[in-house]
């Protein structure tokens, strides 16, 4: 199956600095992103799409200015939490979109972030 | 009403049951159908997707999708205590919707 890469796997950071986490598709291009967050027990709640090339759309309530999604390429988007807060500590997942004879999502292992 | 119903759970099973696990949606023009499988602090991993009504097989697993009750289904043959994990519907058209998934723990 198709692989996806996320980098960091957890991230420890102290209140008001930025970080930044990197998502790759590592066989197969994509041109769509998506960037997710989860907390514990909870179901996958979905913050952005990210389009290579174009802006990402964002879901309602997520603020597009403290996470910025970069789709530089279309094996790489980023997602920065910036000027992250206690309250931002989640888990952030992302996944490609394959279009290739079908329709679907591959998931990167997660980011694990912590604010302290 | 959500676009993808899924029974939380949890299910408990003893080790060697078949488990059936299943969603129910609304939106007739979904096309594309899938299950994914994600273990604790891990992210999804996909197990089956299927295009069309009928059953898709691969190992343990089978998919079955009826497109007329608009219902999807997973069964697990030979349930093993490495499948207890949360099990995600998803569906597609064009737009990706999630169920909440279900929580499975197979007991030795």
């Known amino acids: 199956g198709a692989v996806v890469s996320q980098h960091p796997s957890w991230v420890i950071c102290k209140s008001g600095t930025s970080v930044k986490i990197e998502c790759r598709s590592l066989?197969?291009?994509?041109?769509?992103m998506f960037w997710y967050r989860q907390f514990p027990k909870q179901s996958l709640m979905l913050m952005a799409t990210?389009?290579?090339?174009?802006?990402?759309?964002?879901e309602q309530g997520v603020e597009k200015d403290k996470f910025l999604i970069n789709h530089a390429s279309l094996t790489l988007s980023t997602l920065t939490v910036t000027s992250a807060h206690p309250e931002d500590s989640s888990f952030y997942i992302c996944?490609?979109?394959?279009?290739?004879?079908?329709?679907?999502?591959?998931f990167g292992p997660g980011t694990r972030l912590t604010v302290l | 009403q959500k676009e993808v119903e899924q029974d939380p759970g949890p299910l408990s099973v003893p080790e060697g049951a078949i488990v059936s696990l299943n969603c129910t949606y609304s939106?007739?023009?979904?096309?594309?159908f899938m299950w994914y499988r994600q273990y604790s602090r891990k992210g999804p991993e996909l197990l089956m997707y299927?295009?069309?009504?009928g059953n898709k097989e691969d190992g343990r697993f089978t998919a079955q999708v009826d497109k007329s009750s608009k219902y999807i289904s997973l069964f697990i043959r030979d349930s093993q205590p490495s499948d207890s994990a949360t099990y995600l519907c998803?569906?597609?058209?064009?737009?990706?919707?999630f169920g909440s998934g279900t929580k499975l723990n197979v007991k030795p």
């Open positions: 939106n007739s023009a979904f096309q594309y």
């Open positions: 066989d197969f291009q994509a041109t769509t």
């Open positions: 990210s389009n290579e090339g174009s802006k990402a759309t964002y």
């Open positions: 996944s490609a979109r394959l279009e290739l004879g079908t329709d679907t999502q591959y």
């Open positions: 299927t295009y069309s009504s």
């Open positions: 998803a569906m597609s058209d064009g737009k990706f919707y």
